[in-house]
Nanobody, 127 residues
């Protein structure tokens, strides 16, 4: 099974950019469909972005389209979330997730799809 560890969170100002990383160990991330979720204060965990296992297709929550980019680097066994034009409402704990996927071209956007999770990294955006 795969283990996931996020990093890159922090305190930034509105309008700034931040890149989160999710390093995988135990197995290659190329075997998994992957995603990012977040939990804002007082709210349920919510979908942010997802990427298919092998086709490279991506999918974003509406409020992240055009601002966030999900990617992965197989050589580093790491996935990323580039976050641009950050807003105070982006403040949350961000989690990376992975699931085995026999269909390399399918997107999974529900947290119930995902078995493997990182511990989360805090992102705080000040106004």
């Amino acid at each position: 099974q795969v283990q996931l560890v996020e990093s890159g969170g922090g305190l930034v100002q509105a309008g700034d950019s931040l890149r989160l990383s999710c390093a995988a160990s135990g197995r290659s991330l190329s075997n998994y469909a992957v995603a990012w979720f977040r939990r804002a204060p007082g709210k349920e965990r919510a979908f942010v972005a997802a990427m298919t296992r092998s086709t490279g297709n991506t999918y974003y929550a509406d409020s992240m389209k055009g601002r966030f980019i999900i990617s992965r680097d197989s050589s580093k066994n790491t996935m990323y979330l580039q976050m641009n034009s950050l807003k105070p409402e982006d403040t949350a704990v961000y989690y990376c997730a992975a699931k085995t996927a026999s269909d390399g071209g399918r997107i999974y956007s529900s947290e119930t799809n995902y078995l493997y999770w990182g511990q989360g990294t805090q992102v705080t955006v000040s106004s």
